[in-house]
T-cell receptor
Framework: GQNIDQPTEMTATEGAIVQINCTYQTSGFNGLFWYQQHAGEAPTFLSYNVLDGLEEKGRFSSFLSRSKGYSYLLLKELQMKDSASYLC??????????????FGAGTQVVVTP | EPEVTQTPSHQVTQMGQEVILRCVPISNHLYFYWYRQILGQKVEFLVS????????KSEIFDDQFSVERPDGSNFTLKIRSTKLEDSAMYFCASAPGQGSTTNEKLFFGSGTQLSVL
């Protein structure tokens, strides 16, 4: 079976840092995505990790450890607009393309003033 | 930035009716997908489409569902006889070819909210 776990909700204050963890057990792992989703809107791409290590993109960074089945998304200098659900999604090697993603349930990040 | 467009944004239908959800993927993309998200639940994969045929489908994508790329720009999802449990947000997505430098991105449309009454 395949399982993706991430916390349900996290709260942090404006300007702070928040780290969202994601663990997965899956066969045929091909890569891991992080998406941001505001309520009622489409997921928007944040990052993609296929090799171990840290990928940094401005205020957002994502880390992957394939051997541990673990990733995190780091949000720095939090802004009110960062309040959203953050989705961890795994791409599977057995498919023809990496576009078949299995999503976690999402972590709702609430940024307070 | 180019985007995936979906119409309509909202669709209300009676149980048992047929619905067609429409999508215009990004023009140079080769891979097309439908996902759905029931309110409060995970985003779920439905089907992937490449080279004018289904490349993979999930258990959700039963005989009531079909996809079509009728011309060079549109990509549609048809549900033949809708059920109450089909009520969800349906997202279309597209991706460039494997050789693209941006092939790590799966671009989602803004979704069609389907309500089956």
């Amino acid at each position: 079976g395949q399982n993706i776990d991430q916390p349900t909700e996290m709260t942090a204050t404006e300007g702070a840092i928040v780290q969202i963890n994601c663990t997965y057990q899956t066969s045929g792992f091909n890569g891991l995505f992080w998406y941001q989703q505001h309520a009622g809107e489409a997921p928007t791409f944040l990052s993609y990790n296929v090799l171990d290590g840290l990928e940094e993109k401005g205020r957002f960074s994502s880390f992957l450890s394939r051997s541990k089945g673990y990733s995190y998304l780091l949000l720095k200098e939090l802004q009110m607009k960062d309040s959203a659900s953050y989705l961890c999604a795994v791409s599977h090697m057995t498919t023809d393309s990496w576009g078949k993603l299995q999503f976690g349930a999402g972590t709702q990040v609430v940024v307070t003033p | 930035e180019p985007e995936v467009t979906q119409t309509p944004s909202h669709q209300v239908t009676q149980m048992g009716q047929e619905v067609i959800l429409r999508c215009v993927p990004i023009s140079n993309h080769l891979y097309f997908y439908w996902y759905r998200q029931i309110l409060g639940q995970k985003v779920e994969f439905l089907v992937s489409f490449y080279n004018n045929e289904i490349s993979e489908k999930s258990e959700i994508f039963d005989d009531q569902f079909s996809v079509e790329r009728p011309d060079g720009s549109n990509f549609t999802l048809k549900i033949r006889s809708t059920k109450l449990e089909d009520s969800a947000m349906y997202f279309c997505a597209s991706a460039p070819g494997q050789g693209s430098t941006t092939n790590e991105k799966l671009f989602f449309g803004s979704g069609t909210q389907l309500s089956v009454l």
